[in-house]
């Protein structure tokens, strides 16, 4: 069974970002850029998969900038077998997202696609759900614990109220949860294999996939500042600033 | 057209995220149904019908949404979607989960998570950990859309909406659910609750939790937690306040042992007041905290609960 993991490129989740003076977007210029932590999960997931012989071969795909062939060698170093990078300019909503991974699932049949749950970039977390059902795919989102069977997996998942297991049959769509793994670090002797390891390069027209946006976004602003209000000493003091704002 | 809410809620109860979703649609101007699919929710209906500004409650009763999953939720908001132009949920774990489906069967964008309604086609949406705020417009044709709930005052109930039967849609049959462990508690919920008290590493374990309880319990607050506390198995993971957790906005919030990294933040730094107590007097929290306490919390938390029960809690 192959294993699809999308990963995308996103500011470091490190980096405090900085709205543009004239509100068209946040600088990216030279921030740090690394793979959306739900994706370093996907991956070590489905390397586990691989390292158990329940995975055939894992095949990470970035849509996105050249420079997302670095997120995919990150990929490729921690385990993954091969990349497919789909090079587009400007920003790709995540429908278009996941009809690109729709046309590349159709192409490559994987037994199972784990995306993360949310890109920590635009806050999402609707891509792996749309590519579920533009696949007629059963998914499992917000995983917590995968248990791969013989033609379903039984999924633990990270709900409001607590956790709650379903099965779903394969082919399936994952999402990854924060407490599923915990991602590796590639080891030097992997990052240089990874440099031998293929990257297909593709456009979305080869998928057919038009990448206009649907939205219009008109702007992007600061959210409201607070400020850093009292430090005290004692906790009277604590209680009794407390009890002055009217909230004790 | 009018716009659909979709309900949440557990066959009993109807969740409060539901009366702040429909308070968002109905500033879209349109009238506003609700769908509550379950099974035996009478009681839900009932609630979901005096919701102010609803119009019609739509009711799937079948053992299909006794425990709904993405599969068999989608298939049934997509049998009615024909008659709506926006179709609303709250941005909870059951709404993320099946609400991208329909926007993709759709062939539409999601809207996800929006603070504000500028107009019937407009809204302003959190993006990079709430560090941002973009202002989108959705093109013609429908819009789907998730809603922060904390953003938006729930509707009232004081209205009388009409009530009306809808067949159950077909079970792609993919994918079931199995069971459930949920956390039980006395205290109120964490997105709802007016005060909340969260620890974070700081804490140190589970047993120290406890500490944290006792003073929930006197000042009726919900107990909430930064992620390192939750990956470090102190408590369940539906404890987690912050950017890919829960957002909760309470008048009070007190941060106890939480450095106050933005993906906490992000998912309490609008609440009213925030209180946070921390023995570095250069950890982070204390530049959003109003009032903040420089102290080992360990002596800290147990003088709060002694000086509450002075002042009567
Ligand atoms: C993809 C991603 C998503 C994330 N999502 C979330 C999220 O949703 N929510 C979230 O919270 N985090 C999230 N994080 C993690 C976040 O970056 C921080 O690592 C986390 O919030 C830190 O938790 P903490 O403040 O409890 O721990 P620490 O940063 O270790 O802080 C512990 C604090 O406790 C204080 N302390 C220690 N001992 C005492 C004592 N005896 N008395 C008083 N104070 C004491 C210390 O001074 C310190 O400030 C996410 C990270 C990533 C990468
Ligand atoms: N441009 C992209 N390239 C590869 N994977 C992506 C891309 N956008 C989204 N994804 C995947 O979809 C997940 C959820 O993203 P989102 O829906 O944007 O929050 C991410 O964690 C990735 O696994």
Known sequence: MKVLVPVKRVIDYNVKVRVKADQSGVDLANVKMSMNPFDEIGVEEAVRLKEKGKASEVIAVSIGPAQASETIRTALAMGADRGILVKTEGDVEPLAVAKILKAICDAENPGLVITGKQAIDDDSNQTGQMLAALLDWPQATFAHKLELGDGKAGVEREIDGGLQTIEVKLPAVLTTDLRLNEPRYASLPNIMKAKKKPIDEKSPADYGVDTTPRLKVLKVSEPPKRQAGTKVKTMSEFLGKLKEAGVL | ?313
């Open chain 2, 1 to 313: 057209m009018a716009a659909l809410v979709i309900a949440e809620h557990d066959n009993k109860t109807l969740k409060d995220a539901t009366a702040k979703t429909v308070a968002a649609a109905v500033q879209l101007g349109a009238p506003v149904h609700i769908l509550v699919a379950g099974q035996g929710c009478g009681a839900v209906v009932d609630a979901a019908a005096k919701l102010a500004g609803v119009e019609k409650v739509l009711v799937a009763d079948d053992a299909l949404y006794a425990r709904p999953i993405a599969e068999t939720m989608a298939a049934l908001i997509l049998s009615l979607a024909d008659r709506y132009d926006t179709i609303l949920a709250p941005a909870t774990t059951s709404g993320k989960n099946y609400l991208p489906r329909v926007a993709a069967k759709l062939d539409v964008p999601q809207i996800s998570e929006i603070l504000k309604v500028v107009s019937a086609d407009t809204f302003e949406r959190p993006i990079y950990a709430g560090n941002a705020i973009q202002t989108v417009q959705a093109a013609a044709g429908k819009k789907v859309i998730t809603v922060r709930t904390t953003a938006f005052k729930a509707a009232a109930s004081t209205g009388s909406a009409a009530i009306e039967n809808v067949a159950a849609a077909s079970d792609p049959g993919t994918a079931k659910f199995v069971g459930e462990t949920l956390s039980k508690s006395e205290r109120p919920e964490l997105t709802s609750a007016k005060i909340v008290i969260s620890g974070g590493r700081g804490l140190q374990s589970g047993e120290n939790f406890k500490m944290l309880e006792k003073v929930a319990d006197k000042l009726h607050a919900a107990v909430g937690a930064s992620r390192a506390a939750v990956d470090a198995g102190f408590v369940p993971n539906d404890y987690q306040v912050g950017q890919t957790g829960k957002v909760v906005a309470p008048d009070l919030y007190i941060a106890v042992g939480i450095s106050g990294a933005i993906q906490h933040l992000a998912g309490m730094k609008d609440s009213k007041v925030i209180a946070a107590i921390n023995k570095d007097e250069e950890a982070p929290i204390f530049q959003i905290a109003d009032v903040g306490l420089v102290a080992d919390l360990f002596k800290a938390v147990p003088e709060m609960e002694e000086e509450l029960s002075k002042l009567g809690y």
